[in-house]
């Protein structure tokens, strides 16, 4: 030890101490040994602030108030991830669709949430959770923040009802967009933008009233969580009408063949994929609406039927068509999604993955029974994902939950599916009588970029199209024509 850098008395100190204080005393510096009675004084100052601000907190110091901010956060929090499927579904339907209806696409896809917002502010919520009769609310419209009652028992009562609106909004903007994957490609824009808002201030809100506000389906005992038939069968069924009454694209069927229309970009289709993937764990955790413990249950049993969805697909088409096909991948996954979410909170995982296993491999025959049988156009399967799948969802609740009767399920599956087909079909009638449905020929063979949007999704970027009006030979897959880019 160096004896000039420390007094003598010190060094005495030192020499008498102990090994093991000598050690610690040649490991710091004095300014840092003084640092410890500093560091305890903190400790012990912020210890008696932080018990007093709970003392002092009505939140931090009531665990029933705390319960309802965390709830409350976690609903948000749910909310914002069903807000964000919005993008999942835009690129989704986009990288399926031609690129020359690219930006009609993503149009679609962004001001319907904003259409459904509105709609449901001024009118569907007040359908849906307003107090009234078992068969629709009464009360509630043009919703204020406060002061609206609804009768759904399940929803904990203290949270403010804002976030009950924002995550119920979220579900309504859900059922629309999946209409605008089976009318892509040549539905003029106002017709669509007409309908969406019909079926989230209407349709939608009345079905939903029946069972999520205490109506009179769940008086008989039907059940779906977080709603493969309240939200995606009621989509599907609207996508399904909608489609058949507006007809096929320009080519899908010609001289007795089923001609295929590929899709422009197989990246933003998985890019959308992913983002549902992940959107969907605020769509069925969420659907718990409370922070607690069954919620990672539901999480898992979500994950693992979109896992089996997305094997059972990929192999099926492999095996029926000869190659793994990307686009039934990518179905597969959102089948199992749709099929787990009326089950995710009462089946256990096993019962999660058959229900996954078994959606994705009929979504890869639907998509070839709609489109070569029925003979109605789909560019994205969005009835095979969205209603066949959401109709298995629902049954498979009273197959793997013994406390839900299969009857019941039945049930609400034909008279949700009965008012949605008769109301959307009156309402795409009217549609069509008055402000048309489908854009004209020359502008489906132009796009609809042009068209409905006077603008390009690629300008700039050299097309298929461009390639082919040079005289220079063509790649493009089966059925295509050079009028479909």
């Given at each position: 030890m160096n004896y000039q850098k420390i007094s003598k008395t010190q060094a005495d100190r030192v020499i008498k101490a102990p090994s093991w204080l000598r050690s610690i005393f040649k490991s710091f510096s004095p300014t840092w040994l003084a640092c410890i009675p500093l560091t305890a004084v903190i400790v012990i100052v912020w210890n008696t602030a932080a018990q007093a601000q709970i003392y002092d907190d009505p939140v931090a110091a009531?665990?029933?108030?705390?319960?309802?901010?965390?709830?409350?956060?976690?609903?948000?929090?749910c909310s914002v991830l069903v807000i964000f499927m919005n993008a999942g579904f835009g690129m989704l339907e986009t990288g399926f669709c031609r690129q020359k209806n690219a930006v009609n696409i993503l149009s679609k896809n962004l001001i319907v949430f904003a259409i459904a917002t509105i709609a449901y502010w001024a009118i569907g919520y007040g359908l849906m959770?307003?107090?009234?009769?078992?068969?629709?609310?009464?009360q509630g419209f043009f919703f204020s923040g406060d002061g609206v009652p609804y009768g759904d028992g399940n929803f904990p009562d203290a949270v403010p009802p804002s976030i009950s609106f924002l995550f119920q909004v979220a579900f309504a903007a859900t059922a629309a967009t999946i209409v605008s994957g089976a009318v892509a490609e040549r539905i003029k824009y106002d017709a669509f933008l007409v309908f969406s808002f019909l079926l989230v201030a209407i349709s939608y809100p009345i079905t939903g009233h029946w069972l999520w506000d205490g109506g009179w389906l769940a008086d008989q005992g039907f059940t779906?969580?977080?709603?493969?038939?309240?939200?995606?069968?009621?989509?599907?069924?609207?996508?399904?009408?909608?489609?058949?009454?507006?007809?096929?694209?320009?080519?899908k069927y010609s001289d007795g063949r089923v001609n295929a229309l590929p899709g422009h970009n197989m990246g933003f289709a998985t890019l959308g994929c992913l983002i549902l993937w992940i959107g969907w764990f605020g769509f069925n955790p969420g659907s718990e609406l409370a922070a607690d413990a069954n919620v990672p249950h539901i999480a898992v049993t979500t994950n693992?039927?979109?896992?089996?969805?997305?094997?059972?697909?990929?192999?099926?088409?492999?095996?029926?068509?000869g190659k793994p096909d990307l686009s039934m991948?990518?179905?597969?996954?959102?089948?199992?999604?749709?099929?787990?979410?009326?089950?995710?909170?009462?089946?256990?995982?096993?019962?999660?993955?058959?229900?996954?296993?078994?959606?994705?491999?009929l979504v890869?025959?639907?998509?070839?029974?709609?489109?070569?049988?029925?003979?109605?156009?789909?560019?994205?399967?969005?009835?095979?994902?969205?209603?066949?799948?959401?109709?298995?969802?629902?049954?498979?609740?009273?197959?793997f939950d013994p406390e839900v009767s299969i009857g019941a399920q039945i049930l609400g599956i034909l008279s949700i599916g009965a008012f949605t087909v008769i109301f959307s079909a009156i309402a795409w009638f009217l549609i069509k009588a008055t402000i048309g449905m489908r854009v004209s020929e020359s502008e489906e063979i132009q796009g609809l970029d042009i068209g409905e949007h006077g603008m390009e999704a690629y300008s700039g970027f050299v097309k298929e199209a461009d390639i082919i009006g040079a005289g220079v030979p063509s790649s493009m897959g089966s059925g295509a024509t050079g009028s479909d880019y």
């Open positions: 009531n665990p029933e108030q705390l319960q309802i901010v965390l709830d409350s956060i976690f609903l948000m929090f959770y307003g107090e009234g009769t078992p068969w629709i609310g009464t779906d969580f977080a709603g493969s038939t309240i939200v995606h069968s009621v989509g599907g069924w609207a996508a399904l009408v909608g489609a058949a009454i507006l007809g096929p694209r320009l080519g693992l039927a979109a896992a089996a969805g997305a094997i059972t697909a990929t192999f099926t088409s492999w095996i029926k068509d991948t990518i179905n597969g996954i959102l089948a199992g999604l749709v099929g787990i979410t009326a089950g995710c909170a009462n089946v256990n995982m096993l019962s999660a993955v058959i229900i996954g296993a078994i959606a994705g491999i890869v025959f639907s998509v070839s029974f709609i489109d070569s049988v029925l003979k109605i156009d789909d560019p994205v399967g969005a009835t095979s994902v969205h209603l066949v799948c959401g109709i298995w969802g629902t049954l498979a609740v009273g197959i």
